[in-house]
């Protein structure tokens, strides 16, 4: 990696890093509020549609994103603002009548996702989707301002805007945490925290989108006009990047939502489901986004034929990066599921039933972790070479088959009683994401090697196996080595463990990265050491 490629990764998870540590601090407070009750039962299903939009349009790494960074790296100053307010102009039309629609029809959309739900969630998480409905059209604003600012060099702020959304939950949830009722109509304790919950999610999401007003201002590219002054040929390569884009980068939403679609007949496993999935997602997304920003203006920049050597080495390299790291996070995640669910949510309301639900949750999503970054990076790479029909086509089969997988894995539900032999519970929806992921990543491969010559596919499927293997001795060794240290139980106890056994556990899979040969574990390690023993 270049000097320029090594700053900007190091100024993204700077970024990244805190904003995850405000994610952590929120959730701490959440679980500590509510558990798995039903007020925050509710808000995972109320949250679906606009954390969707939000996650989709105004994430870091979501399409808008990519498409932005893309389509603005050869514009100047006044191309790039007409650009924008054209964009902006159509989006926000779009996304306002969406807004409005979710507004209105809230209790309908409840009743879709969550059909099974009982009627007092049902009325709590509809309460919330009015309050959030708004987020919505917020999310193009939001996703077009990181996307420009990423195009024009500026990293830390898009980076960073999640951590002040948390703040506002944490302040929120805490107040009521400290002064709710215990002896309150638990009806009336839910809906009002329900109700708390998502006004701060709101306020959050309005936060992020302000912060950046004066950024794009300095960069001479933020403008309030809404018109649509654009070549029509400019705006037909924009839409055909980022409508397909979309539903490729959206699949893992969809998926929540067809998993919480089939969850909702279980009492308290959306709540479940969001803790596992953020112990998860907190250092993937630190990972994920010093791996992915830096590397899509790279694959952008050697799209050109004669640089197809230069691209191959550069996504090889990403995939013993993304490879790597997520299989040994994978197998701590595995191996010390229950201390960590413990030494993170083991307090306030979570208590013993929680901890066990989300320990196994955490568990299948530990296995699934690899076959989800490697995704994303295949994805990028198609963005780079401006080819989002492939994925946008591969996204489509792999939300089909996760919704065949959730239905069979959990039972096989019918009028006529269960149909499948299989019912893993909540568990299942879990691993119906993993194998619809790693099926996306086999046909991503597969069409890259038909797309670029020398892609060694069987050098990378050789190298990837052999990841796995050491990840699987890791994963035993700090299982026991946790173990083996026997100290009385308390917090700071669990703390030493976790990370002795992680940190030995780590040295072990170095080493044995060498002895196996895995190519570039130089990168790795220089990664790791410039990325987070700087931090």
Request: aromatic fraction near 12%; charge should be positive.
């Amino acid at each position: 990696m270049t000097k320029t490629i090594k700053e900007i990764a190091f100024v993204v998870s700077l970024g990244t890093l805190l904003s995850k540590f405000g994610g952590m601090a929120r959730q701490l407070v959440i679980a500590g509020a509510f558990g798995i009750s039903a007020a925050y039962d509710a808000y995972n299903y109320a949250y679906i549609i606009p954390g969707f939009f939000l996650v989709l349009l105004g994430g870091i790494n979501g399409p808008l994103h990519n498409s932005m960074v893309t389509l603005l790296a050869d514009k100047n100053k006044v191309d790039s603002r007409l650009f924008i307010t054209s964009i902006n102009t159509i989006l926000s039309i779009i996304l306002l009548i969406i807004s409005l629609f979710v507004f209105f029809s809230s209790d309908l959309l409840i009743n879709l996702v969550g059909p099974s739900l009982t009627t007092e969630i049902k009325e709590i998480a509809s309460s919330q989707l009015k309050i959030m409905s708004p987020i919505i059209f917020l999310s193009g604003l939001i996703g077009l301002g990181f996307g420009s600012l990423n195009a024009k060099k500026e990293f830390f702020i898009p980076s960073i805007a999640p951590l002040l959304s948390s703040l506002i939950i944490i302040i929120a949830v805490s107040n009521f945490w400290i002064n709710k009722e215990t002896s309150a109509d638990i009806y009336k304790l839910n809906l009002g925290g329900g109700v708390i919950l998502a006004k701060a999610t709101f306020i959050g999401s309005l936060s992020q989108y302000l912060i950046q007003i004066p950024f794009l201002i300095k960069k001479g590219i933020f403008t309030i006009n809404f018109s649509i002054q654009t070549q029509y040929s400019e705006l037909k390569r924009a839409w055909k990047m980022i409508a397909p884009a979309s539903l490729s980068s959206g699949m893992m939403q969809i998926n929540v939502l067809t998993d919480l679609f089939f969850a909702s007949k279980i009492v308290g496993a959306a709540a479940a489901l969001s803790y596992a999935n953020f112990l998860v997602q907190a250092p993937l997304g630190i990972i994920s986004n010093a791996i992915l920003i830096p590397l899509l203006p790279v694959f952008v920049s050697l799209r050109a034929r004669e640089n197809h050597l230069k691209l191959i080495k550069k996504i090889h390299q990403g995939l013993i990066i993304s490879s790597s790291s997520m299989v040994f996070l994978g197998s701590i995640f595995i191996s010390l599921s229950a201390p960590i669910v413990i030494l993170i949510y083991g307090r306030g309301s979570f208590n013993q039933n929680a901890i066990d639900v989300v320990s196994k949750l955490l568990i299948a999503y530990g296995i699934g972790m690899p076959f989800y970054l490697l995704r994303d990076l295949l994805v990028r790479v198609f963005y780079g070479i401006e080819d989002s029909k492939t994925p946008f086509k591969i996204s489509t089969i792999a939300i089909l088959l996760n919704l065949f997988f959730d239905w069979y894995l959990i039972g096989g539900t019918s009028p006529w009683g269960e149909l499948s032999p299989i019912n893993l519970g909540v568990n299942g929806l879990v691993y119906s994401t993993t194998f619809v992921n790693l099926f996306a990543c086999i046909l991503l491969l597969l069409k890259l090697n038909n797309k670029l010559e020398n892609l060694k596919l069987l050098k990378i499927v050789s190298q990837n196996l052999r990841i796995i293997l050491i990840g699987l001795i890791s994963g035993i060794s700090s299982f026991f080595i946790f173990k083996l240290i026997s100290l009385p139980y308390n917090f700071f106890n669990v703390l030493f463990k976790i990370i002795t056994s992680s940190g030995i556990s780590l040295v072990i899979f170095y080493y044995l990265a060498i002895i196996l040969k895995i190519d570039d574990i130089d990168i790795l390690n220089k990664f790791l050491k410039e990325k987070f023993i700087r931090l």
